[in-house]
């Protein structure tokens, strides 16, 4: 018997959490202290990573990424249109042009096909970045990016806001963690509440470049630095500078001491979401309802399940008639009136508009139950054989 709604996502906080929260209110440090290293020496180690800059969000994560690639107003920049405007705003905070680039049909992440058109017809260095976004979850081949990269002249800001635990197998049979940035200079991530790590609001951005990591932490702090080697001048012990104009992107002690609990739980997580999307498609096979196409090379991550059909919105509106709340992730963010202003129109995408007429996520959390996702199950099998 299912009585109370069931959301799309949801957060998952356990005593431990609380536990580890309280201890940390309790200390001497409610920010800018201990708390925060050692989140990101964890976060780093899990992900392979030399460096993590923990921040405020996800967005400043973004935004300091580009900050550090010293992206300036009228360079260009490539990312997908099927994702958060985030992954575009971080970027047009710092003057870019955002350039869509289409979605591939089968994974529903930037097409790489589509990209090196793109970059063919142009001089080389005409772009700047370009920003893979992990969809959903799924981890993007940043190892064929590179390589592009490496030939146009771009750095690679992977978006994995998404799929923190995800993870795949490269060219060499090499298995990578997405953020051990590999092949990517910085990888950006999120600590919403209904992502894989919930600290509140918080994000954070792992690299394994000293220069990128020195203006992350830079800027993560107004631009500030105590360091005596770094500074101009040292008046005494009190003294620090104020070297760039950086912003107050910082996260809290207890936001981390947060993140250090969920941290633990991220493998079961994974596991957990892997297992709920198996038995989706289970469910799903022989019907009308299009379900996700996973390469056999990645570990996908399920921040999102995603399904395609026709009758999107009848299905979403019957759906929430069940107390069932399942979402439409994302409209495309080339639609939007902010972006419209710079020339962008419906018709530009075709794929991701295609995309965005027949998605719907389904709830995907680690803590639905085997009921819950009956519940689910049976109400949209129940839809289309109507």
């Known amino acids: 018997m299912i009585t109370k709604p069931i959301s799309y996502g949801r ?27 050692e989140f990101e020496d964890k976060f780093a180690t899990y992900c392979g990573a030399k460096y993590d800059v923990l921040v405020s969000n996800g967005t400043a994560g973004l935004h300091l990424a580009a900050m ?24 047009r905070y710092c003057g870019a042009e955002v350039i869509f680039c289409d979605i591939n049909k089968d994974n529903f992440l930037l097409d790489l096909d589509k990209l090196e058109e793109m970059l063919k017809v142009v001089p080389k260095g005409t772009y700047k970045a370009v920003v893979p976004v992990d969809f959903a979850g799924y981890p993007f081949d940043v190892e064929r990016l590179r390589t592009l990269a490496d030939e146009y002249r771009f750095a690679i800001v992977e978006d994995a806001c998404h799929a923190p635990g995800g993870s795949y197998t490269d060219s060499k049979g090499v298995k990578h963690m997405v953020g051990d ?38 800027y993560r702090t107004h631009g500030i630095t105590k360091d005596s080697v770094k500074m101009e001048k040292v008046d005494g012990g ?44 289970e469910a799903f096979a022989g019907t009308c309802i299009t379900t996700p196409k996973v390469s056999s090379c990645v570990s996908h991550a399920y921040h999102l399940y995603v399904i395609q059909l026709d009758k999107r919105k009848e299905l979403y509106d019957y759906l929430r008639t069940q107390g069932i709340y399942a979402q439409v992730l994302y409209v495309p963010a080339h639609t939007m009136p902010y972006y419209r202003q710079f020339g962008w129109k419906q018709g530009d995408m075709p794929v991701a508009e295609n995309y965005y007429a027949h998605c719907l996520a389904l709830p995907m959390f680690p803590t639905l139950t085997d009921e819950e996702q009956e519940f689910v199950i049976s109400k949209v099998i129940e839809f289309v054989l109507k």
């Open 11 to 37: 957060q998952y906080i356990t005593d431990e959490d609380i536990a580890a929260v309280v201890e940390t209110l309790k200390s001497d440090y409610l920010t800018q202290g201990p708390k925060i290293k």
């Open 238 to 281: 009190w003294y620090y500078e104020m070297q760039e104009l950086g912003y107050n992107y910082r996260i809290t002690d207890f936001q981390a001491a947060l993140g250090i609990s969920q941290l633990k739980r991220l493998g079961w997580s994974i596991e957990r979401r892997q297992a709920i999307a198996h038995r989706y498609n």
């Open 181 to 218: 940035c590999a092949y990517a200079d910085m990888t950006v991530f999120s600590y919403h509440p209904v992502k894989h790590i919930a600290t509140g609001e918080g994000g954070s951005v792992t690299t394994n470049r000293d220069d990128l990591y020195e203006k992350l932490s830079l």
């Open 68 to 91: 550090a690639l010293d992206i300036q107003p009228g360079d260009k920049i490539i990312t997908t249109p099927i994702t958060f405007v985030a992954s575009a705003n971080g970027f």
